[in-house]
């Protein structure tokens, strides 16, 4: 592969928690977790994140961080990297979310490595869910996947439905994180927005609809990720403050 660059989307006023990656978790906010967690994997030519606010740029340059400023408004964080590397020469670009400040190497890693398939245009990752309220809540976006770990569908309904009781179903949560070939992101960013998009407030049906299957990965447990207040509890419990 040639250069890849791990790039952050950071907006600050989220629908359902405003301004929840600056909240502090320890000692230091959200959004820097995920930012200097995802730099330390050292899997990365450039680690950034992308932003269109004051606050969130001054909190990543002031510890030195790479920082790009949208100019447009964005529905997904998959436009807005769009928008800052349409004119880099980059292969492939992964995108993690700025809500997840516990990243790691490990599943990253393994997501790059599905890159060595050059028929592999996006990938993205995945765990198992073991909570029935979990697969009962549509904050939690699930995917049911092929037998090639090629996605077939996501959606915030529990998929699949248990209809039979006699077959044991593995449920998976959709964990975040994308990673892309520049040309498919171009590609993504181009194409109007999907009905099922549209519907479910899910980017990645955009590629689905469009006839790009994503390649799959499972993780293990990937942390707390941070929708609500009450996520930002569980993640300081998870940290141990």
Not at 28 to 56: C, M, P, Y
Not at 116 to 121: E, L, T, W
Not at 194 to 206: H, M, N, W
Request: a negative charge; glycine letters at 6%.
């Amino acid at each position: 592969m040639g250069k890849t660059i791990a790039m952050i989307p950071a907006r600050y006023d989220a629908t359902r928690f405003p301004g929840k990656l600056m909240k502090v978790l320890g000692d230091k906010t959200v959004i820097r977790r995920a930012f200097e967690n995802t730099l330390e994997t050292g899997l990365f030519d450039e680690v950034s994140v992308v932003t269109d606010s004051d606050i969130i740029h001054e909190e990543i340059a002031a510890i030195g961080g790479k920082v790009y400023r949208s100019v447009q408004p964005h529905e997904s964080g998959s436009d807005r990297i769009a928008e800052a590397v349409r004119e880099m020469d980059v292969d492939i670009i992964l995108n993690v979310q700025g809500d997840m400040p516990f990243v790691k190497k490990g599943p990253l890693s393994v997501l790059l490595d599905s890159f060595k398939d050059a028929a592999v245009q996006v990938g993205s990752l995945m765990q198992a869910m073991h909570e029935e309220e979990s697969v009962k809540n549509p904050n939690v976006v699930k995917v049911v996947v092929d037998k090639n770990m090629n996605s077939l569908l996501f959606s915030r309904s529990p998929i699949p439905y248990p209809r039979s009781r006699d077959i044991p179903i593995t449920w998976y949560e959709h964990v975040g994180v994308y990673a892309y070939r520049k040309e498919a992101l171009m590609n993504f960013t181009n194409w109007p927005m999907t009905p099922l998009e549209a519907a479910e407030k899910i980017e990645c049906l955009r590629y689905l609809e469009n006839g790009i299957p994503l390649k799959m990965v499972v993780t293990e447990y990937m942390g707390v990720n941070i929708d609500t207040p009450e996520d930002l509890e569980k993640a300081k419990a998870f940290l141990g403050v």
